[in-house]
């Protein structure tokens, strides 16, 4: 179901989206060569908790932390566990909190230490990808318009675009309609209106846009074994327009203009 926001339900989002961005920056800033996943949702879990604020993923659907933490091949999802993160890994975190009923939602990927090449492109692209769709984001304009400007920041360089998970709409539920694909014509779609709020959530891959699930049935991963990187923001259609309301110096705090 589609919801439309009043500036009081925006505002109650938008202190939901500083403490996702709080979690970023804390759990980044912890996120060192020797340091298990385990201890970095432990990390998101005290920001949370330390804002007032509820987590949005933790026993959602039975998942079964706090954040979706994911190294190199792990796309989304993942489950922070015993795994150590290594120099040359990239890691994606995906964070959710509420704040007196509503919700917001972010992701980013950051290299560990020094990155190879591809890497540091894929994670750079991908970025870039996120506000090219938050560009898109604006009263009349149609969810392929958005789905469109994300995958034409892939094409270039050949990235698989990931079509099995979506950006959605949020608000007083995590996931709400409509869907926002990362692909599409434009000019097609739902058309957007102010009051609503939309995830925009690119997710390339290296190679082959195919995912596997692994058998905890919520690690998802690249079919072919190669990485993944994933942005994520919760935006607000206002009547001044979209207001991006989960920025952090992290997830490039640039101005849509």
């Not at 908790?49 to 026993?59: E, H, I, V």
């Not at 094409?155 to 409509?178: L, T």
């Not at 919520?218 to 991006?244: C, K, N």
């Amino acid at each position: 179901m589609i919801t439309i926001k009043n500036k009081r339900q925006f505002a109650k989002m938008a202190e939901a989206g500083r403490c996702v961005a709080a979690v970023h920056e804390a759990v980044v800033e912890a996120a060192e060569v020797g340091v298990t996943l385990k201890s970095l949702d432990l990390v998101a879990a005290e920001v949370i908790r330390d804002r007032g604020c509820q987590p949005s993923f933790l026993g959602y659907q039975g998942f079964p932390a706090h954040t979706c933490i994911s190294p190199n091949e792990v796309i989304v999802h993942g489950i922070p566990g015993d795994y150590r993160l290594a120099e040359g890994d990239i890691l994606s975190v995906d964070a959710g909190a509420i704040y007196e009923g509503y919700h917001a939602d972010a992701a980013l990927t950051v290299p560990i230490g020094e990155v190879d090449e591809e890497s540091a492109r894929l994670i750079e692209v991908t970025r870039q990808a996120l506000w090219a769709g938050i560009d898109q984001v604006r009263s009349g304009k149609r969810v392929g318009d958005i789905g469109h400007a994300v995958e034409m920041e892939a094409a270039p360089y050949g990235y698989g675009v990931v079509s099995q998970y979506v950006g959605h709409g949020i608000g007083r539920s995590m996931h709400e309609a409509p869907q926002v694909p990362n692909h599409g014509p434009p000019g097609k779609g739902y058309r957007l209106r102010t009051g609503m709020a939309v995830c925009v959530e690119p997710m390339f891959n290296l190679g082959t846009p195919e995912t596997t699930t692994n058998q905890d049935g919520w690690t998802v991963v690249t079919a072919d074994g190669r990485r993944s990187a994933h942005f994520e923001h919760t935006v607000a259609l206002t009547a001044d327009g979209p207001v991006v309301l989960t920025v952090s110096d992290l997830l490039t705090a640039r101005p849509v203009g």
